[in-house]
């Protein structure tokens, strides 16, 4: 099986929004820099590219595509053309920089009339109108506004607006914007999803398919059925630690990630036509959803076989986690080639973060099953309509990053959903 990986348009993203320790509990301060320490940043509301910035040491350049920017020394000032956005002498540990940031209020306080007036502004100045891509200021504002000489206020905001010919945002547009980057950049720093893969979930929004968009919802009702099936199996074997382990530290994180990516290109269960039962998947926490029940008919039926198979045995239950978990792995490579076709360097890192976990999963599940005398294993399954069970460690890697889910794809030949690699 064709096994894919980080792509490079991933480790892009990854290596211009940022780098360091992201567990780091300090803040970075002016005042001890390290002579080997680059400080890098964004500067978001959304993703704002060609601010000018000036570091401590006067060293200057503009933000990128992600808002990104580059430091040896803070404080850093943000200006566009001749208007003094603002200036931050610590950086956050998420690394990002808000309008709040840059007035000096709480993150909270969007409501503050120098935020939203800022966040006005500088949505004002987006080139295409489109806020979803990030903010790109065309070098032309930047000529208009360099006649002025001053620091940002909201008195002179439709000053502003006039000198760089501009159409203001309503001020409640604006609002609504300004909440929805703040909460998504908030949930993600504080989710539980690894550093690299926050890293590339807080980049510009791609442009998403049809197909795309299906392997996003679909895999994440994935998600949920995985951590269902284990911890409803667990109560019936609570001996087989595999199920709790792998459903709280994995399936779990699965879940959140799948979810974060839904959230962040507002998907909704009503606007797909194979949603039955919709859930308001991107906004409902796992265990308010009910056990066992899913807006999709292949997952509820996916569901139901594999749980009367657990009810058999504790070996029945084992050969569920394996199954689970290769099936899975075949959606994901379907999943990934499928965005292997368009340029989401965010979603590829989410698929590719769930692909490594089921790997660490099928190897729990084959040492469960060996610990029962089983001496093959997960492959003591054999080829099943067609999929094979059996894996060694150069198709399926051991030791890699946990996390896990269970098997249906997307028959993209066929339009619909099937159980399993046909």
Known sequence: MKKLHLSLAVLAIISLVGCGDSDSTEEIASSTPELSTTINGQLVDNYVKNVSYKC??????????????????????????????GTINTLNIDKQVFPQDLVGVDRTDITNTDVLSMAQFLQSCDNDDNLANGIEIDDQIITDLNSLDEEFEAINLENYIAEANLSLVASEDALIHLDTTTTFTTLVNNSSIPALVKEAYLSVNSILDEHVIEHLTFMGNEERLAFDVYNELYKIYPTINQFTNIATKGEAIHIEAMQLLIKKYDIKDTELDYIVNPLSYQDTPVEEMEV????????????????????????DALEVGCMVEV?????????????????????????????????????AFDSGLKSLGITDGCCSLGV???????KDSDEYPQNEQAGGETGAHVDENEGGYQYGRQ
Request: hydrophobic share 35%.
């Open 327 to 363: 099936t899975d792995i075949n959606d994901l490579d379907i999943a990934l080639e499928a965005v292997s076709h368009i340029y989401a360097p965010d979603v590829e890192a989410g698929f590719e973060f769930l692909i490594q976990g089921s790997y660490s999963h099928y190897w």
């Open 292 to 315: 066992g029940v899913y807006d999709v008919p292949a997952i509820q039926n996916l569901y139901n076989i594999l749980y009367e198979k657990g009810l058999q045995s504790n070996k």
């Open 384 to 390: 099943i309509d067609g999929v094979d069970y059996c």
């Open 56 to 85: 401590g040491d006067n060293v200057t350049g503009t933000t990128g595509i992600n808002g990104e920017f580059s430091c040896s020394t803070l404080p850093v000032e943000f200006t566009i053309g001749g208007v003094k956005l």
